[in-house]
């Protein structure tokens, strides 16, 4: 596929067929979207990016594709086309380092009781948040992501949840603030 907009990203074998979609609608979708060509190797993960239409796309597109590689629904990675979105995917054991055990322990306060804390972050920040894997990603307006992402790696660093609310309220009074 060779183009001036060309790219390959790998994402995990498990989210091929989320990638595809249904008789390939979410593939297709994307490809009209954003105005690109995909090809999917199902027994890699390996996804090749050609771009047929303007740059801004296509990165929109490889942003896309890398969301739901890291665990979004296809609706929520369609949220970076076309809008002021921006991918922000934190690898948790940059910030904690190695061990299975501290990777699980941290991913389930991330998450949260019931999904409470992440939920309680997205809500607060009108953010999406995925966790999967070895890794925490955001989607959003890039200032809200900035501070979904502080509000992360303090839950990673071990602040209480309690904290971790404070920071958003008083984060989101501020921006309330500054909004007409």
């Known amino acids: 596929m060779p183009s001036e907009l060309f790219e390959s990203v790998k994402i995990p ?4 067929a ?24 199902s027994s890699t993960g390996n996804v090749e990016i050609e771009g047929r239409g303007n740059s801004e796309n296509f990165f929109e597109a490889v942003r ?7 665990g979004f629904s296809p609706e929520n990675a ?20 190695s ?10 306060r991330i998450i949260g009781r019931e999904g409470h804390a992440r939920e309680q972050i997205e809500r607060e ?5 995925s966790v999967f894997g070895k890794t925490v990603s955001i989607i959003g307006p890039a200032e809200d992501v900035e501070t979904a992402r502080k509000a992360v790696e303090m839950l990673l660093e071990g602040a209480k949840h309690k904290t971790v609310a404070g920071f958003l309220e008083k984060e989101k009074r501020e921006t309330d ?3 007409i």
């Open 125 to 129: 920040t009108g953010t999406k948040i």
């Open 177 to 179: 603030k500054f909004t």
């Open 64 to 70: 896309a594709v890398k969301a739901v590689g890291r």
């Open 78 to 97: 369609f949220e970076l086309i076309g809008q002021d979105n921006v991918l922000e995917i934190i690898n948790i054991r940059d910030i904690i380092g």
């Open 13 to 16: 074998k498990e989210r091929v």
């Open 99 to 108: 061990g299975e055990k501290a990777l699980q322990t941290k991913r389930g």
């Open 18 to 41: 989320v990638l595809i979609g249904s008789a390939g609608r979410v593939k297709r979708r994307l490809e009209k979207l954003a105005s690109v060509v995909i090809e999917v190797d």
